[in-house]
């Protein structure tokens, strides 16, 4: 009780006196600031440059809309060639499908190798468990692929599969390594 009649009393005592710091604060210290401003008006005022004339803008109209882009690296010969073969280049829909074409190349798994009367076979294990003996020339994999080389630890395969145009068609070539299944 005693500390909140000691509080009442000195929150009293600095609103009594506030008045009295703001009047101490009153238009002391301002004299220099008057001078200052006194001599920056006597001074002659500066003369402002005009804004500078600008050149109306002319649109440039690019006229070559049915050239090369400027953008694009010109065409080589041996690309157009390369380009011209894609475009010949498409999967043999009239070929019976082989076994190991109805699986993703991704789900089979080459568990081997062997020679048998001359000939290299490799043998694939399909998702199913099924062993299966390709040779160089055999389908396998949804997209068209063709077991070009065959190793001792891996097959090579290169598939056709669509560039993503209406009617374009790219190799692109794929490996199954030996795996320790």
Request: glycine share 8%; hydrophobic share 45%; proline share 6%.
């Amino acid at each position: 009780m005693i500390r909140s009649q000691i509080h009442a009393k000195l929150c009293c005592l600095l609103i009594a006196s506030a008045p009295l710091f703001l009047l101490s604060c009153a238009d002391q210290g301002l004299a220099d600031l008057d001078v200052f401003m006194a001599e920056k008006r006597a001074e002659p005022g500066g003369v402002i440059e005009p804004i500078p004339a600008f050149e109306a803008y002319e649109a440039f109209a690019y006229a070559a809309a049915t050239l090369r882009s400027p953008f694009d690296r010109p065409i080589d010969i041996r690309q157009l060639t390369a380009l011209s073969a894609r475009a010949a280049l498409r999967p043999d829909s009239n070929r019976p499908k082989q076994y190991l074409e109805r699986f993703t190349l991704d789900s089979l798994f080459m568990v081997g190798s062997l020679k048998r009367n001359g000939q290299n076979w490799t043998l694939i294990k399909d998702p199913e468990g099924g062993i299966h003996r390709v040779q160089v020339g055999d389908f396998l994999g949804r997209d068209h692929g063709r077991v070009v080389e065959m190793g001792t630890g891996f097959i090579a395969v290169i598939e056709i599969v669509s560039d993503g145009t209406e009617d374009g068609w790219v190799e692109r070539p794929r490996t199954i390594e030996l795996s320790g299944m």
